[in-house]
């Protein structure tokens, strides 16, 4: 059903919002990424501390995101120091936070979503 390379990268998708979640991880299945997604940030800890993802991808849009993603972050950054972090989030939300590695504003385009995430794969 999705295109799925020999060597795909992995990605642990950290999202706010179910609809989100299932057309966010549906892009970037079809362009060849391994994705697993939670909506749980405790449940994400856990993913992470027990499998290597070559991306963690948390969206901090909704009510007291950005201190929630903060914490996972700081609480990944601990647990697996070199983890690659991003959040996708919109402009407004993107300029609060400096805890990730890189920020993707991309909340409702696809396509710079995918072109974001693999520049970011690729520059680490």
Do not use: W
């Not at 903060?70 to 697996?80: H, N, T, Y």
């Amino acid at each position: 059903m999705y295109a799925t390379a020999v060597n795909a990268h992995t990605i642990l998708h950290v999202s706010s919002r179910e609809l989100v979640q299932t057309l966010r991880d549906t892009i970037l299945r079809i362009h060849g990424y391994e994705v697993e997604s939670t909506l749980s940030l405790s449940q994400a800890l856990e993913m992470v501390q027990q499998k290597n993802y070559d991306l963690v991808l948390i969206d901090v849009e909704g009510p007291d995101r950005i201190g929630q993603a903060e914490i996972l972050c700081d609480a990944i950054r601990k647990a697996v120091p070199d983890q690659l972090v991003a959040y996708v989030c919109n402009h407004r939300i993107s300029s609060e936070s400096d805890c990730p590695d890189e920020i993707i504003r991309a909340e409702f385009n696809p396509e710079l979503l995918v072109q974001s995430v693999k520049q970011i794969i690729a520059d680490h």
